[in-house]
Every structure is written in C-alpha cells, then in structure tokens.
C-alpha cells in the first residue's frame, strides 16, 4: 500500500524550511510520498521542487491547482521544472476549483469548469510529454512558436485531477492518469467514483487510472475533542456543492463525519476500507490537527502500513 500524507507548514515562521523539516520526519516514518496544497500563498510546484529535492526518494506532489486563472503553458513550465529538479518523483494535481475563490480571487466567471478542464488536460498532455503544442479549443489557445521542453524532464509528468462528479470524473479518466478525490468515502469510492473514472479510462483505451484517496484522518485517544475541531475546520467543505454531494455519498451529514479519527486499530481497519473500496494510494491530511505527538504518531502507523 502507498502511503503518504498532505504537509501544511503555514503557521511556522518560514514555511519552506518548515515544510523541508518535516518532509525529512515524513520520510523516516516509511512515508513514500509527500503533498501540497494550492491556493494563494505558497507556489506548490516550487515548494515541491524544492522538498523533493531536499529530501531524496521522496515522491511530492501538488493536489491540487485550480486550473481557472492558469494558463496550460504556465502549469506545464512550473511542473517540468519541477520534475527535472526531483529527477522524476513529481506528480502534478489539477483541480477545477470554486466559484467562490475563483471570482472572488480572480475576478473571472466560473463557467463551463468541466469544459475548460477538457481543453487543459489536452494542451497540457502535449506540453509535459512533447516540450510543444499546437492547441487550439474554444476556452484555452496553447501553442510553442519556441521550445517548451525542459531536460531532465523527458519523462514527462503524471496528471491527476481533484475529480469527484460525473462529468469530471470521466474526462479525468479520459484525459488524465488519475484522481484525486477528498472526503470521499469508501462508499462513494467504491460505489461512485471508482467505477466511472475506470470505465472512463477503459473506454478511452488508456491504462486503469491511479486513486490516490486523500484522507482527513489522525491516531488520537482524544477522539471526541479532535472531531470537534474536525467539524469546524472542514465546515468550509460543506457549503461547496461537490464536496457537500461526495459528502451525503459516503454516508455523511458534515465533512468531520467521513474523517478518520481513533487509535491505531481503528485507522488501520479505516485505511484498509479505502484500499477495498479501489485506492492505489491514501494520503493523510489534517494530521496536525491534534498537535506532534498524535501527528508523529499517525505517520509512524503509515509509514508501516506501507510497508
């Protein structure tokens, strides 16, 4: 089982050298891989570059940039980069975001995101495997009068999409090499999402696509006090239709109610489910959520279920 787990340094006094450090701490633990956010703050492409770096053998990926308020040019420069700097261990998510933080961020009309998703996906694929495009749709315009390619980069860099609905979810599997769905539970994994980005991929004769099933989870003995949190800082998630819909599929009335909170036993039968229900790889997020010690705790029992 592939194991990792989400980093989230932006309350310590330099976030890049804080997020290095714990990289380093993820990695002992047995992590294989590790993960960062994108929203106005931090570039993730960069901050991953600069971890994978900084810490050999660690996979690290971003998970994930919206793609309204991108250009696939721009993405495809920064994840090339990216990957040439971690000799091949980047993994680079793409999201179609929100209307809320893409209006009100970026002043532009969060319209047709499924489409603009489509037209990404495709100038992309032929940025990060060719170093060229020559795309032309009706959102998005991509196209290399000068090379693009970056060296040490040839291999090219696995896409996976934030994907949870039906439209999204069959062009990711159409289009991408993955998935990246949060708060979705094994029910809805098993019985939703997992079927149809296969299908998708299968139809589309592309290869059966990656699930890294992204987990709010932590090994606490304080698990009525850390889901109280939980309910607060995910209430966020449920004012978003997407994630409100994936939510009611798993089994849940709030975003706390898909978190995995308990002791080791608990989140190890937990993160078993998931692998039941399709994923390929789990990662953890929120494991600060309960402080160090049931954070460090947490990876230690990660890094041996992954063995």
């Keep these: 089982m592939v194991t990792g787990v989400a980093l989230?340094?932006?309350?310590?006094?330099?976030?890049?050298?804080?997020?290095?450090?714990?990289?380093?701490?993820?990695?002992?633990?047995g992590l294989r891989s590790a993960w960062f956010g994108q929203t106005f703050g931090v570039d993730s492409p960069q901050l991953a570059a600069v971890v994978g770096r900084e810490v050999p053998g660690l996979h690290v990926g971003t998970s994930a940039i919206p793609v309204f308020g991108r250009h696939p040019l721009v993405v495809s420069s920064q994840a090339l980069t990216a990957q040439a700097a971690t000799h091949g261990r980047y993994h680079l998510g793409l999201a179609l975001g929100t209307k809320l933080l893409t209006e009100g961020g970026f002043g532009v009309p969060f319209e047709r995101p499924v489409a603009r998703l489509r037209e990404f996906l495709t100038a992309l694929r032929q940025l990060t495997e060719t170093g060229t495009a020559?795309?032309?749709?009706?959102?998005?315009?991509?196209?290399?009068?000068?090379?693009?390619?970056?060296?040490g980069a040839e291999a090219g860099v696995p896409l996976l999409v934030a994907a949870m609905g039906p439209q999204a979810l069959r062009a990711s599997g159409e289009l991408a090499d993955g998935i990246l769905p949060y708060l979705a539970g094994p029910r809805a994994l098993s019985e939703h999402i997992v079927p149809?980005?296969?299908?998708?991929?299968?139809?589309?004769?592309?290869?059966?696509?990656?699930?890294?099933?992204?987990?709010?989870?932590?090994?606490?003995?304080?698990?009525?006090?850390?889901?109280?949190?939980?309910?607060?800082q995910l209430a966020f998630y449920e004012q978003i239709p997407s994630y409100a819909r994936v939510i009611g599929l798993s089994g849940g009335r709030r975003a706390a109610d898909v978190a995995v909170i308990g002791d080791e036993k608990t989140v190890a039968a937990e993160v078993q489910r998931y692998r039941d229900a399709g994923a390929t790889e789990v990662v953890f997020s929120g494991t600060e959520i309960a402080g160090d010690a049931d954070r460090r705790r947490t990876w230690a029992l990660l890094g041996e279920l992954a063995g």
Excluded: M, W, Y
Excluded at 9 to 29: M, S, Y
């Design 8 to 29: 989230n340094a932006i309350d310590a006094d330099n976030q890049i050298d804080a997020t290095v450090r714990l990289a380093h701490e993820a990695a002992a633990a």
């Design 134 to 151: 020559d795309f032309h749709g009706e959102l998005l315009t991509a196209r290399t009068p000068i090379p693009a390619r970056v060296p």
């Design 196 to 232: 149809a980005v296969t299908a998708a991929a299968s139809a589309a004769g592309r290869p059966a696509p990656r699930i890294v099933a992204l987990v709010q989870g932590v090994v606490t003995d304080d698990v009525d006090s850390v889901r109280e949190k939980a309910v607060e």
